[in-house]
């Protein structure tokens, strides 16, 4: 069984630029998490998705930070524009009912703004 | 979600038992203990979790005090990929799927 897909692996762009974070869930998991961790910290959540609707995104800066979950599957994360100290490792989880809940990551996205 | 407390870091000697403490006096009746590891550069991993009684798989042991403040994570004989950071985290299990909140962890380091 495949895990959890996230694209692009690295990404390094200026400030105040935008950029896009993919992922790919676990077949089957109608739960998905975006989460974000600083260096020397535990990952915090932004996000968590119960198939296509949004329902905990009080983390999220949403003055800048999107996300979307189309169809109930795959998920973009999107920064716009970028901040110095948006410089982390953004993490996405997926998890189901099914499965007692336990959450599964993504080897993450390492975002570096210069 | 009830708070934990861990060491920051630990070494362990290769082929022996690893066992990682944690405290976590505030827990709730209806909460679980969760552990997760995230080796250097990857996603966190899901090892172990219990409620009251001792748990085993075939990763690790799970050994939850009598009262439930504490439990330790055992590696029975540590290899050097188990070197990484380990959270011990407490949460609702039973229809919940919220989030999980990470502590700092424990760095274990397993030397050759």
């Known amino acids: 069984e495949a895990g959890v897909v996230q694209s692009p692996r690295y990404k390094i762009i200026e400030k105040k630029q935008p950029v896009a974070f993919w992922c790919n ?82 080897p993450g996205t390492r975002l570096t703004v210069t | 979600d009830a708070k934990t407390t861990q060491p920051p870091s630990m070494d362990c000697a290769e082929g022996r038992a690893a066992n990682l403490p944690c405290n976590h006096s505030t827990i709730s009746g209806n909460e679980y203990v969760y552990w997760y590891r995230q ?35 055992i590696l029975p004989h540590a290899t050097l990929r188990d070197t990484a950071v380990y959270y011990c985290i407490v949460r609702i299990k039973s229809g919940s799927a919220r989030q999980l909140t990470f502590g700092s962890g424990t760095q274990l380091t397993v030397l050759p």
Request: negative net charge; charged residues 25%.
């Open chain 2, 39 to 73: 080796i250097h550069s990857q996603g966190p991993q899901y090892i172990i979790h219990g409620l009251k009684n001792n748990e085993t798989n075939e990763m690790a042991s799970l050994i939850i005090t009598e009262d439930r403040k504490s439990s330790t994570l």
């Open chain 1, 25 to 106: 869930p676990i077949s089957g998991h109608n739960t998905l998490y975006w989460y974000r961790q600083n260096l020397g910290q535990g990952p915090e959540l932004l996000i968590r998705y119960e198939n296509e609707e949004a329902v905990d995104d009080s983390q999220l800066p949403k003055d800048r930070f999107s996300a979307e979950r189309l169809k109930g599957v795959d998920s973009t994360l999107k920064i716009q524009p970028a901040e110095l100290g948006d410089s982390a490792v953004y993490l996405c989880a997926s998890s189901s009912r099914d499965g007692g809940y336990e959450q599964y990551f993504g």
